[in-house]
T-cell receptor, first 114, second 113 residues
Framework: GENVEQHPSTLSVQEGDSAVIKCTYSDSASNYFPWYKQELGKRPQLIIDIRSNVGEKKDQRIAVTLNKTAKHFSLHITETQPEDSAVYFC?????????????FGKGTHLIIQP | DTGVSQDPRHKITKRGQNVTFRCDPI?????LYWYRQTLGQGPEFLTY????????KSRLLSDRFSAERPKGSFSTLEIQRTEQGDSAMYLCASSVGANSPLHFGNGTRLTVT
């Protein structure tokens, strides 16, 4: 099955700086990679996703890049703000295969220092 | 709020008791998923339904766990003979289809004493 590794586990950045979170996956057949943000005590919320037919996707201050050859993908947050503080999870799956469940990484606790 | 709703939000039970959780997905979503999340970890896939059919179960889903979605709408997750290791947040999610994003509920936090 799929295995998703995420790092770092904790990331502290100054407000206004950029943050980068990286994930690797093991199943070369995986083709869908979402990122979720989870604030303390709340539900995971999808912030951006990417499919394997594109290498990069951007939505305002958030971007995701995918390197299929190296089997890794990254989340980039620019001009960080205090409300970006949360736990971020990457995930992957092969949406065309028999296994439909997303495999999540262990999460990155992003701390935005004022 | 037309999002995924879960009930109860919290459940405290004694070891050995049975518990049942309910999930109401977004109304037009035909796929429904159950995940478990423990502190400091990402959600772990348990099982999913397409309409009323349970199509996949994780190896994490022991025989003490059973899930149903009898009419293809709401779903229940039952844990029999609870153990302390079952303490976790149980998250439900739904999606329109196989290649669509998952929308999570707020979860049911289970504490087994």
């Amino acid at each position: 099955g799929e295995n998703v590794e995420q790092h770092p586990s904790t990331l502290s950045v100054q407000e206004g700086d950029s943050a980068v979170i990286k994930c690797t996956y093991s199943d070369s057949a995986s083709n869908y990679f979402p990122w979720y943000k989870q604030e303390l005590g709340k539900r995971p919320q999808l912030i951006i996703d990417i499919r394997s037919n594109v290498g990069e996707k951007k939505d305002q201050r958030i971007a995701v890049t995918l390197n299929k050859t190296a089997k890794h993908f990254s989340l980039h947050i620019t001009e960080t703000q205090p409300e970006d503080s949360a736990v971020y999870f990457c995930a992957g799956k092969n949406s065309g295969g028999g296994a439909d469940g997303l495999t999540f990484g262990k999460g990155t606790h992003l701390i935005i220092q004022p | 709020d037309t999002g995924v709703s879960q009930d109860p939000r919290h459940k405290i039970t004694k070891r050995g008791q049975n518990v049942t959780f309910r999930c109401d997905p977004i109304s037009e979503h035909n796929r429904l998923y159950w995940y478990r999340q423990t502190l400091g970890q990402g959600p772990e896939f348990l099982t999913y339904f397409q309409n009323e059919a349970q199509l996949e179960k994780s190896r994490l889903l022991s025989d003490r766990f059973s899930a149903e979605r009898p009419k293809g709408s709401f779903s229940t997750l039952e844990i029999q003979r609870t153990e302390q290791g079952d303490s976790a947040m149980y998250l439900c999610a739904s999606s329109v289809g196989a290649n669509s994003p998952l929308h999570f509920g707020n979860g049911t936090r289970l504490t087994v004493t």
